[in-house]
DNA sequence: GAAATCATACTTTTT
DNA sequence: GTATGATTTC
């Protein structure tokens, strides 16, 4: 089982000696090793039901099992409990949420439903009190949304996470813990539960009657990434050590690219002391040539505290990688697409290229020159489907098919009838949540009202008698002239409802269809249609954030410049800024031989299709990409951008050109556990 | 008083 | 292409 593994590989896989740290640099095998020490344990004896394994994607999770199952057997595919933490704590809350008084019949609200609703109770908060509401500026929704789970996800009181993160929202402090509190009385009774109410929620079963089944669930507990993970999910880790499992983390604390969501490095550089472990360090990279590795080392020398790794390659040297200057976008464009073309004439299949950027709209432009020279592509990240409107109305016919008491959706979907805004919408909403429902809504909206109730409610019919297909197929019945009237662009969204369609037809129930949809979005285009051309050859472009644990023989890295990487919206303080080194990290360590970054020299901000758009900007190099960093690179460009290039040289730091600036417990004891916070 | 309509501004990364 | 705010209409 073993023969694959180098010695370093092995011992991580083998190790038996209690709590394990694997720092697994880029490309050293993380996935190998980890799937071997799974096999390892099974064939060690230990049940597959009693191992946890808990990964950042349902596709990473399935990917290890798989491959663990190939090696060791015993059915570890089907047997194993694997996915995120929240996707587990969701299928332990469907189980046990009676423990803690949850109905496991809750919804789960994704980020913008918490949004949503947050702005809703405020909102009634203000006609309560007969507030002004106009009379000063208010913390944005989203905003709202971020200081709550910041103060939930560290355990930091509400008045210094507004201090530390947000000081322009401090004059806002007493209105926000009013809203705090609304939103979570407003959660429970609508049994509504938001991203970190699941871990929460897991963490509270800890303390239930559940507690003896699901502390000492698990003999082995084994967490992929865990430099992306929070406070919140190493205490959860630290409850399941408490209950007599062996926890092995695996990461490397110099690919932790998600601080904006509140994961914390000191999870990783703290985990040897916190549980007592062992740690091993994979530092031969197995992946990238010598000249790729040469380059990502040099942009992570200047970079302060980590576990000390420089990793070395075991491959045979090929070109260095190419930093490429272009005099604009179109010209970047034209570069990539002339480069992809070669490679692919010279053998290297589409599939084994990539394309990088930093914000989904980076290849806008790409794609447009991709669908002109017919060249196919799947691009991840960046993915707004569930978040159209169109979409959203139709979840939310369908959430109240599946829990009647969900305030929120009921509030959107009311709004669809003619006549009805916002503020009969938050009036009608709390009476709906029973069979009541139909007098009062009829009451008051007359036979609108009546054909809205028996659309919700043929859908719940639908979805218990027949299956979720049935429950979709009676909710665009009534909805699907509404989107029409609605809304422009037509046709382009009732394709979308027909992927959902197709997709719900697809589940197993209608409460299933919609779980997976929150814990799990579609992260390609077209991903929710299922994989249609599978012997197809298609080019990747992806976020760098999607690109993670990936890897292709050619990587092209976009918009390498200051403003972009690192983002202006990043700047904000030391720690932003190393987590964007780290993202070029990652881009660049996911080449195996070769590495291409563009820098062009001008490009266009904001939105291409708005006036905006013909406003051009100056950029700079990335700063990352220092004289020791360009030094390991060959550098080329077309010639009006190779001569500006050459012009800075010398010139101190890169682009002497001075830019413009760019534009522009049981829950119940968790709950007072939060209050306690919003101080 | 509430809804519809028009005008304006903004748009990172994601479980 | 969406969200918000001001203005007009019901």
Redesign the pocket.
């Known amino acids: 089982m073993f023969g694959q593994l180098t010695d370093q590989q092995q011992a991580a896989a083998r190790y038996d000696g209690g709590h394990l740290l694997i720092v697994a640099g880029a490309g050293t095998g993380k996935t190998t090793t980890l799937a071997a020490r799974l096999a390892a344990l099974v064939e060690r004896g230990i049940a597959p039901e009693r191992i946890l394994l808990l990964t950042?994607?349902r596709r990473a999770a399935a990917e290890l099992v798989q491959r663990a199952d190939a090696l060791a057997g015993h059915d570890i595919a089907r047997r194993t409990w694997a996915g995120?933490?929240?996707?587990v704590a969701n299928r332990l809350l469907r189980r046990h949420g009676w423990a803690v008084g949850l109905d496991p019949g809750f919804t789960i609200l994704?980020?913008?439903d918490a949004a949503d609703l947050l702005?809703l109770v405020r909102a009634e908060l203000h006609a309560h009190h007969g507030t002004r509401?106009?009379d000063r500026?208010?913390p944005?929704?989203?905003t709202m949304a971020a200081i709550l789970s910041r103060v939930v996800t560290t355990s930091t009181p509400l008045s210094v996470v507004l201090r530390e993160s947000f000081p322009w929202c401090a004059d806002d402090h007493d209105e926000l813990r009013a809203t705090f509190e609304a939103y979570t009385a407003r959660k429970r009774s609508a049994h509504l539960v938001d991203?970190d109410d699941l871990l929460l929620g897991w963490s509270a079963l800890f303390r239930s009657a559940a507690a003896a089944t699901v502390q000492s669930q698990f003999d082995h507990v084994l967490v992929d990434e865990y430099q992306d993970t929070n406070a919140q999910q190493a205490d959860l880790l630290q409850a399941l050590a408490a209950g007599g499992a062996t926890v092995t983390a695996v990461g490397d604390d110099a690919q932790a690219?998600?601080g904006?969501?509140n994961a914390t490095q000191r999870n990783i550089l703290e985990f040897p002391d916190r549980f007592g472990a062992g740690a091993v360090v994979l530092d031969r990279n197995h992946r990238s040539t010598p000249s790729i590795l040469a380059t990502a080392n040099a942009v992570m020398a200047e970079t302060g505290k980590r576990h000390a790794k420089t990793l070395w390659s075991t491959r045979h040297d090929g070109p260095r990688p190419v930093l490429v200057a272009c005099t604009d976008e179109a010209a970047q464009v034209t570069a990539v697409c002339a480069r992809i073309l070669e490679a692919h004439e010279q053998g290297v299949a589409l599939r084994d290229q990539a394309v990088l950027f930093?914000?989904?709209?980076h290849s806008d432009l790409l794609e447009l020159e991709l669908a002109a020279r017919r060249i196919p592509y799947v691009k991840?990240?960046?993915?707004?489907v569930l978040?159209?409107?169109?979409v959203k109305d139709l979840l939310c016919v369908l959430r109240i098919a599946a829990n009647p008491r969900d305030e929120l959706a009921w509030f959107r979907v009311l709004?669809l009838i003619?006549?009805?805004?916002?503020?009969?919408?938050r009036?009608l909403a709390p009476g709906l949540g029973d069979d009541s429902g139909a007098e009062v809504l009829a009451g008051a909206l007359g036979p609108p009202g009546d054909e809205m109730w028996e659309a919700v409610a043929g859908a719940r019919r639908a979805a218990r008698e027949t299956g979720p297909g049935a429950a979709v197929e009676r909710a665009r019945a009534w909805l699907d002239h509404r989107v029409e009237a609605r809304?422009?662009?037509v046709a382009?969204?009732v394709a979308d409802l027909d992927e959902l369609t197709a997709a719900a037809s697809r589940a197993a129930s209608l409460e299933q269809f919609l779980t997976g949809l929150v814990?799990?979005?579609p992260?390609a285009t077209g991903e929710l249609a299922g994989p249609p051309h599978l012997d197809d050859d298609w080019l990747t472009l992806s976020?760098?954030?999607?690109a993670k644990g990936a890897e292709w023989h050619s990587v092209h890295v976009l918009h390498v410049t200051d403003g972009n990487i690192p983002?202006d919206?990043?700047t904000?303080d030391d720690d932003?800024i190393e987590?964007e080194r780290r993202?070029l990290y990652v881009a660049m360590t996911r080449a195996r031989d070769r590495l291409w970054c563009y820098v062009p020299l001008r490009y266009h901000?904001?939105?291409a299709?708005?006036r905006?758009g013909d406003r051009h900007v100056f950029a700079q190099r990335s700063r990352f990409l220092t004289a020791a960093v360009v030094a390991t690179m060959d550098t080329t460009g077309d010639d009006a951008a190779a001569a500006a290039t050459a012009a800075r040289k010398g010139s101190g730091r890169p682009g002497a050109v001075q830019p413009e600036p760019v534009a522009?417990a049981p829950l119940a004891a968790v709950d007072s556990v939060v209050a306690s916070l919003l101080d």
Do not use: C, M, W
Not at 418 to 425: L, N, Q, R
């Open positions: 950042f994607s995120t933490f929240h996707a994704d980020q913008t702005a509401t106009t500026r208010r944005k929704k989203e991203y690219i998600y904006f969501r930093r914000t989904a709209h991840f990240g960046g993915l707004r978040e159209a409107a169109h709004q003619d006549g009805v805004g916002p503020a009969t919408a009036r809304y422009t662009n382009a969204r814990l799990d979005p992260s976020t760098i954030h999607s983002s919206l990043a904000g932003a987590e993202l901000t904001g939105l299709r708005t905006l522009t």
